[in-house]
């Protein structure tokens, strides 16, 4: 009781001081009436439903008998204490109707923050449309809020929006993972979660360079890992995918894997991809080979299919629009261009001396007394002798070994005389300047089909 007394004489004084004592009806001011205050304006009314300060310079409210509330909610916006006064800058915990713990905070004007983020003690927390601290998923799932009502940002691994099961939080990327059915969402430093872009090309999926790394998300923010179609550009094509990771990061440089299963035309087997530094696989556009699309990567050249795999084997590559010749990639293992001379196996299992360049190209023309067409040397075959072949726009004649007959007159297996000049190119044949019946098309590559 004597603390009770107590309390009662300094909220008195409170109240009070720095204001005339009060007697009935004679001065503005707060007043003692039983065990509740009271407060009356300088005709000697009491006051209602208004706000009054005390002698402490704080707020307290007369309510509609001209008492002043305590302990209760004020206009729906505002709250005192048990001592009347109003709530500032300060959070309130109180519980609801259903038993469940609820937090509202007021700002500086008393007001209780109602439909909007509130930054206190540099952590943001949003407020329902009755003031209520919310948690979870909010905003239209656009944002998340832990137990404690902060917002989080960066990396969270999360139930989705739609899953029934409590929301809950493991914060950071130390154990990747998609136990319990949680997924991986990035929030942005604002706390809003990432979700792709309308204009981005990919029907279910988009990308984003986080950290240095690219990372994929489907249409409603969750992280993706394995091959994802990132990229919708009317053709089903290897082109349009990337790999991510189980950390899910898109993967750069040398993968061995299983394709995509919705393309077809791989064999089913673990294959070879590149990754660039921006996670595309390297491919050609189409089934046509071209130079142009040919990449250095450590020191070795690469040729990519309409697949994405690096081709191995004899190949027909176009070096302009309407111009090819050959390239040789090595066996399966090897799968890169291959240069100077050497024998190569051709798809119909003839084993023939080739000749590239230091570029890769198959060499066409004469290169130490042997000729060449699109790197493939060019012999006398079929139990002849000598053949004279059309190559670069000149008639060589050359031997069973393909070495080119040069100022010389020899006698094919016919017994007709090739005349050459010192390029070894056929002037005549029997003495006849009309050799057109005697020159035959280069003997091309056979080659190896993807």
Known sequence: MRRLKAAAWVLAFLLSVGTLSLTAFAAEGWSQSGSQWVYYDSYGDRVYNTWKKGADNKWRYLDGDGVMATSTWVEDEYYVDANGIMYTDQWLKVTDEDGNQVWYYFGSTGKAIKDNWKKIDDKWYHFD???????????????????????LTGWQQLYSPDD???????????????????????????????????????????TRKIEGYYYCFDEEGAMQTGWKEVRNEGSDTILNYMYFGEDGKGKIGWYSMYPPEELGGYDGDVEWFYFTNSGEPRASESDRLEEDDIVRINGKKYLFNDLGNPVYGLKKVYISDDEWTAFYFGDKETSSAQTGKMSVTESDGT???????????????????????????????????YMCYHVNGKNYVVNKSGKVMDDDEVKNSDGVEFATNASGELISADGETDISGYVEEPLEPVWDED
């Open 129 to 151: 449309s009755d003031g209520r601290m919310e948690t979870g998923w909010i905003e239209d799932d656009m944002y998340y809020c832990n137990a404690s009502g902060e917002m």
């Open 164 to 206: 029934e099961e409590e929301n809950s939080v493991t914060p950071g990327m130390d154990s990747l993972g998609y136990g319990d059915g949680k997924n991986w969402y990035y929030f942005s430093p604002t706390g809003k979660k990432y979700l792709p872009d309308e204009d981005e090309s990919g029907d279910d999926y988009g």
């Open 351 to 385: 084993k023939s001396d080739f000749y590239f360049s230091s570029s890769g190209r198959g060499y066409t023309g004469v290169r130490d007394g042997y000729l060449y067409y699109a790197g493939k040397k060019q012999e006398a075959v079929d139990g002849t002798k």
